[in-house]
């Protein structure tokens, strides 16, 4: 692409017909738009396969956290492959006071895998090697979100989130203490129709 550049430099600057001049032209403001969409990309902008760190300092929910980078930066991410119970559900509130147990004023890795259309990163968050994500699934405070996990989460992480799923759901851990226990998005949608 660099030599492409150059050769409709060197058209633009030298070319006596009009159309080799426009196409120089054409090709250049494309290579600038390029070069420019890449390299601006603003504090606090987050991008799918990028990872930051920080401390989280606050806990929205069982599956969103803030986290607070070393440039003072803050990123709302909602938690990979799971979703938690509505804070207004049955265990809404015990899945955000889990979260905050594990996370809060701690430091954490994040890495997006996404950004949903909040503008919120979609992120694996692991404290000290330890999975969060699975860790809220592992005590019953959030379901394997298999309808987005099968697109994009790996098959090892996919079975042992749904082995962790089903291990708390027979311990009736968590939310499975309710064997009627509705998923978040099952409630969404009722909310949704009401």
């Known amino acids: 692409m660099k030599q492409k550049n150059q ?14 001049r426009i196409s120089a032209i054409v090709i250049l403001s494309i ?4 070069w420019w969409n890449e390299s601006t990309v603003s504090p606090g902008q987050l991008a799918k396969g990028s990872s930051i760190e920080g401390q989280v300092v606050a806990v929205a929910d069982g599956d969103t956290i803030t986290l607070l980078d070393a440039n003072k930066q803050q990123y709302k991410l909602r938690l990979a ?17 889990h979260l905050s147990d594990l ?3 701690q430091n954490v890795s994040a890495q997006i895998d996404d950004v949903d ?4 990163g ?4 692991s404290k000290n090697q330890q999975d969060i994500n699975l860790a809220q ?9 298999t309808t987005y996990a099968k697109k994009a989460q790996p098959t090892a992480d996919f079975a042992d989130y749904a082995n962790a799923q089903h291990a708390a759901k027979s ?6 203490q309710d064997p009627q226990a509705m998923p978040p998005w099952d409630w969404r949608k009722a909310k949704r129709s009401e």
């Open 7 to 20: 050769r409709a430099l060197i058209n633009l600057l030298t070319a006596r017909s009009w159309p080799a």
């Open 31 to 34: 290579a600038a738009v390029t």
């Open 81 to 97: 492959y799971i979703d938690a119970p509505e804070k207004a559900m049955p265990f809404g509130q015990a899945a955000k006071i």
């Open 103 to 105: 996370v809060f004023k």
């Open 117 to 120: 259309r909040y503008g919120r």
């Open 122 to 125: 979609v992120a694996r968050i």
């Open 137 to 145: 699934v592992n005590a019953g405070f959030a379901w394997h979100y």
């Open 171 to 176: 311990a009736r851990l968590g939310l499975w």
